[in-house]
């Protein structure tokens, strides 16, 4: 090692380092006071709990299962498919966004459920340790002092996007992490250092969450070119091999992560996440750009979707300061400016979260550089000549005074933290007695001070703010491990039931952790919230208007008669006994009791008998085509008749089974047909549903003129006189619905609910077109479930001003009466013998006749099927389930389910690790030379 070296390496020995962890351990203390005194955990209430603490628990559990069959007398199974994601769904590429490649979820492994809490919170710390540490490393690479690199890291790893995001979801402190690391890599191979440590770290970073990766490879990309061209500017060639260099190793970082990144990436191109409706302005408003200035110096998101880029204020000023008086790396305040004019194009945002819809998380890469300017200025600060004084003095004030304007023209409440370089000016600057060159050295003191003084000052702000993000949105200690384990599935658990069945759940806005709860308790649902979901369910409860908010948010199929059926739904749980929310032919089963966070609760458990089982039999069929061309309410009858298919596929799975099958079709004997009380005959499809009169009776807070309602308050309410009859399932249907809220921000969420006879329908959302969740949805189908009364009178209830716009608002009674024989005779040529094993279903089914088998399983590539031993083409069956076609007779079914693409990526990953090890051993060689 060079003197120069030893030089540069000498301030960052262990001395260093136990003053970064001490460090690290104050600001974080005393940041986190307001969770120690009101007894709360870092689980979030929202996401949190049931999504991020659900899977962290989860995948503890597998990784522990996963090493006991490496046990003598064990068999190993990688298990892939899981009954109890959503509908079923994929292991891997469902759990990879939350970490299931994550070193740092990988902590789980050692915190049974009973301490999972522990657990789940101290890897939290951790990733903002590490994303400290790793910026330390970058920075000392970059030559920046041993006291800007200090304060630096610590404003990084509890800046806003740490404080606000990664709090709420854990996973995504690995950006922090990997970003400085992989551009520290980056940065030795443009040197013509070793390359293996960039490689390491892009494999890290791509296989432990595939989302921030991209965001993470897009600002390394950025990071390359400027950098680049700093080095090689003078030779064009040099650039160009120096690209092609960091460019092969890219590809081989990430090839060696493709067991996990390949699987995921293709599962989220096949997803149904996106906004497919969304549209976006290339500007923001005037009030957002407003909002913008004083959202550097706050941990408050005042600009954007998921904007968090605050920072200690004294960093920000440090990041200006080097800007305005062009000190620090050039190429760190061309990339800070240009990533500065991102900032004010949604467009980029748009782009940087994978063109789903405009989101300002890639901003962490704003906070890296901002801190790092600061780490390599910080000294500068002190040494300021007058003029320069004077003009980051001018700007500190102008600034103060800009975002007191702002916060009073906006309402926000004014940024404390605005003031934080003004009173940096007034005491540390003027105080030349801080060059000294003495050992131990105010200016370290003093930068350490306000730095940690700005963080705890936004820290306690923020969580004292009420609001969506505020400490009381957090769980208590224990909370959120008693809501998993202590509601819904304080009924469900004690099921005895060795049939295969789903569990229908109340739609309720306090159902958020209902949603996903099966996923630790190990039962099937018909509801699912992650963040990867197969795009055929998506599109299924689409074609059917079977959800309520996000097209990816599903809590349930609304207690619809018709299709809860076909999910196998044997069981409905609610809360509190919310009678209203209880589907036609369910009966009351059992009720369980239990505390949750000192008060009593009790679940009630119905069961029907009109459930489908896992594989059941159609002996018709209708294209799909056809199908979409029929109302909501003739779409969920004809599933339970004939099954729904492509045409093609079907063609395709009859030639391979030998067997043929009728199509269906409708009677055409008006719209009202009798209602099926027999099997059907042939391949007639019969309907029972009816369109019935409704008139405006009454208004309250709107006004209804044609087709237009005009809401002027909150909870506007049109009543309509109609006479629905008694014993038939009531909905609500609303097609070509078009909202324009009344405050003409262009992002609002209308809520709608019908409701008749005291029985209320579940809240569906209306998403404006700029709205940040929008999946393009304008048609409605409200469920106001079964009366054994007549009704006389239905009200729908706005609850955002504004006004509405639609095509058609109708009221359809449905019959009910026909289901248990539809069920009986699709169930009469049934899979019997069923084993579920670890990814593997068998069973037998004995058909009189050619049949579809449909299973109650969503259609996934990586299910096979054989009969009889013999390999035999599924296809996709009623919008999102699976199927076949059968001969007549006795066959044994065998279906056994891999991750898609797993096998492939397994090849890649071993090519991509083998390639680092040669790399590794070459310039091992070549160091030894």
């Keep these: 090692m060079s003197r120069a070296s030893r030089r540069l390496d000498a301030p960052y020995g262990p001395a260093f380092w136990a003053k970064y962890v001490l460090f690290f351990c104050v600001v974080g203390l005393a940041s986190f ?46 298990p892939m498919w899981k009954w109890s994601i959503g509908y079923g769904g994929d292991v891997i590429t469902t759990l990879a966004y939350y970490g299931i490649a994550d070193p740092f979820t990988w902590i789980s492994a050692f915190f049974p459920v009973r301490y999972s809490e522990a657990g789940y919170e101290l890897s939290i710390l951790i990733r903002l340790f590490c994303a400290g540490a790793g910026f330390i490393i970058f920075a000392r690479l970059m030559g920046a002092r041993a006291r800007g690199a200090l304060c630096g890291a610590i404003a990084y790893a509890y800046c806003g996007f740490a404080m606000l995001m990664c709090l709420r979801h854990p996973f995504f402190a690995d950006a922090l992490v990997w970003l400085p690391l992989v551009l520290a890599g980056m940065e030795r191979v443009l040197r013509g250092g070793s390359p293996v440590p960039y490689m390491v770290t892009a494999t890290l970073a791509a296989a432990s969450n595939f989302y921030f990766f991209y965001m993470v490879a897009l600002l390394a990309i950025l990071y390359g070119l400027f950098r680049g061209w700093d080095l090689f500017r003078p030779s064009i060639r040099a650039l160009s091999l120096s690209a092609l260099r960091v460019l092969l190793y890219s590809v081989i970082g990430v090839l060696a992560a493709a ?57 920000f000023f440090g990041a200006v300061s080097a800007l305005l008086t062009r000190r620090g790396d050039a190429w760190a305040r061309r990339l800070l400016i240009l ?8 467009a980029v945002s748009y782009a940087f979260n994978g063109l789903s819809y405009v989101s300002y998380r890639w901003t962490f890469g704003l906070v890296f550089l901002a801190c790092y300017l600061f780490a390599r200025t910080a000294d500068d600060l002190f040494d300021l000549d007058a003029r320069r004084e004077i003009l980051v003095s001018v700007f500190a004030c102008v600034y103060a005074v800009c975002c007191g304007i702002a916060s009073c023209w906006l309402d926000t409440g004014f940024p404390a933290g605005a003031l934080v370089p003004v009173v940096f000016l007034i005491v540390v600057l003027p105080s030349h007695k801080l060059r000294s060159t003495s ?18 000052l936004n820290s306690w702000v923020q969580l004292s703010v009420p609001g969506r993000y505020s400490l009381e949105r957090f769980m208590y200690d224990g909370q959120g491990r008693s809501e998993l384990y202590g509601r819904y599935f304080s009924a469900a658990s004690s099921i005895a039931d060795d049939d295969f069945y789903r569990v229908e759940t109340a739609d309720s806005p306090n159902s958020d952790v209902s949603t996903n709860f099966p996923l630790t308790s190990g039962l099937s649902s018909t509801a699912g ?44 749980v609610t809360w509190e006994n919310r009678r209203d929310a209880v589907p036609a032919g369910y009966r009351f089963a059992r009720s369980k009791s239990v505390r949750v966070m000192g008060n009593r609760r009790t679940a009630y458990l119905y069961r029907t008998d009109n459930a489908l089982p896992l594989g059941y039999t159609y002996s018709s069929f209708v294209d799909e085509s056809d199908w979409r061309k029929m109302s909501f309410a003739r779409r969920q009858q004809v599933m339970l008749q004939a099954a729904v298919v492509s045409s093609a596929d079907f063609k395709a799975a009859s030639e391979s089974a030998g067997a043929t099958l009728p199509e269906a079709s409708a009677a055409s004997s008006g719209t009202a047909l009798p209602e099926v009380s027999s099997a059907s005959s042939g391949t007639s499809l019969k309907f029972s549903d009816r369109t019935l009169s409704m008139t405006p009776l009454s208004t309250k807070g709107c006004e209804l003129s044609g087709n237009k309602i005009v809401a002027a308050k909150e909870n506007a309410e049109i009543t309509f006189a109609c006479s629905a009859p008694a014993g038939r399932e009531l909905c609500l249907q609303i097609l070509g619905l078009e909202f324009k809220a009344s405050s003409g921000l262009g992002d609002e969420i209308a809520g709608l609910r019908a409701s008749s006879g005291g029985l209320n329908s579940a809240m569906s959302k209306y998403y404006e077109s700029g709205a940040t969740y929008t999946s393009g949805r304008t048609d409605y189908f409200m469920n106001m479930f079964t009366s054994e009364r007549e009704r006389k009178r239905v009200t729908l209830r706005l609850d ?52 579809v088998l449909a299973f109650s399983i969503p259609y996934s590539e990586g299910w096979s099927l054989t009969i009889d031993g013999k390999p035999q083409r599924l296809i996709r069956v009623n919008g999102m389930y699976m199927g076949t076609v059968i001969p007549k007779g006795l066959h044994s079914v065998a279906l056994s389910y891999r991750t898609p693409y797993l096998v492939e990526g397994a090849l890649f990953s071993a090519d991509g690790i083998l390639l680092i090890i040669l790399t590794a051993v070459r310039w091992k060689r070549k160091r030894k030379a």
Aim: include cysteine.
């Design 529 to 572: 919230y992650w963040s990867i979901m197969p795009g055929e369910n998506a599109g299924f409860m689409m074609d059917n208007s079977a959800y309520t908010s996000e097209i990816d948010r599903n809590r349930g199929l609304q207690s619809r008669s018709w299709l809860l059926p076909l999910a196998g739904a044997r069981y409905f």
């Design 800 to 851: 955002t001003p504004g006004t509405y716009t639609f095509r058609s608002m109708s009221l359809v009674s449905q019959g009910i009466s026909s289901i248990p024989e539809l069920v009986r005779q699709r169930s009469a040529a049934r899979l019997t013998n069923v084993r579920r094993g670890t990814n593997t279903v068998r069973g037998t089914v004995k058909a009189p006749a050619a049949r």
């Design 439 to 456: 050992k131990a050295s105010p200016r370290t003191a003093a930068l350490c001070v306000f730095t940690a003084a700005g963080i705890i």
């Design 339 to 346: 990533e500065g004019i991102f900032l004010l194009l949604p």
């Design 259 to 315: 067991i996990v990144f390949l699987p995921a990436a293709m599962a989220l191109l096949g997803s149904g996440r996106g906004g497919n409706g969304y549209e976006f302005s290339f500007f923001m408003t005037p009030g957002e750009y407003l909002s913008l200035l004083a959202s550097p110096v706050t941990y408050r998101q005042l600009y954007g979707p998921n904007f968090y880029n605050g920072v200690s204020p004294v960093v």
């Design 33 to 78: 006071i307001p969770f120690i005194a009101a007894g709360k955990s870092f689980i979030w209430s929202v996401d949190g709990a049931f999504q991020h603490y659900n899977a962290f628990i989860y995948i503890g559990c597998w990784i522990r299962q996963l090493v006991s069959g490496l046990l003598p007398g064990r068999s190993f199974a990688i």
